[in-house]
């Protein structure tokens, strides 16, 4: 059988797509919907940059919770203790103030508003549920 020269091209482009196919199968899936981890200093510090820092950044005398880096994040205050927790953003105050349903103080932050998308607070509880980490 002969085959035309414009067949070997097409097998030659087909042969290596197929191979990269299937080898890209096997990568690691680290949850059932996102491959990708939250980065916490692109995605989440970003969002406390913007809403949160002019109330709990070092600036504000009076500011009972930083917001402006991990450590400060993760230390939380000494009325409440940590506002993150781990893996389980639900039982993690910050998650309950951004659903306006905090049983200390203000059950909702910002609390004069504008409350944060629903995009930015998924992101928090997704990079709360990951672990917390102080990713890059
Ligand atoms: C207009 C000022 C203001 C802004 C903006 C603000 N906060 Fe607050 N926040 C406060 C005050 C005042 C308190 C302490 C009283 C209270 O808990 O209601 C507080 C308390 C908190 C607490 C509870 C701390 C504890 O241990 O009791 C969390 C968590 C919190 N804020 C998160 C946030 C987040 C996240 C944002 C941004 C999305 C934010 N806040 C924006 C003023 C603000």
Known sequence: MNISWKSKIALLLLVPLLTYQCSDKGSPVQNGTDTELVSYSMEVQPIFDVNCIF?????????????????????????????????????????????????????????DGPVLSLEEIQTIIQWIDEGAMNTE
Do not use: R, W
Request: contains cysteine.
């Open 55 to 111: 109330c709990h950044g070092p600036e504000f005398s009076n500011a009972v919770l930083l917001l402006n880096t991990y450590d400060h994040i993760m230390a939380g205050t000494s009325d409440n203790g940590p506002v993150v927790i781990p893996g389980n953003s639900t039982g993690s105050l910050i998650v309950q103030k951004l659903q306006g349903i905090a049983s200390v103080g203000s059950p909702l932050m910002p609390p």
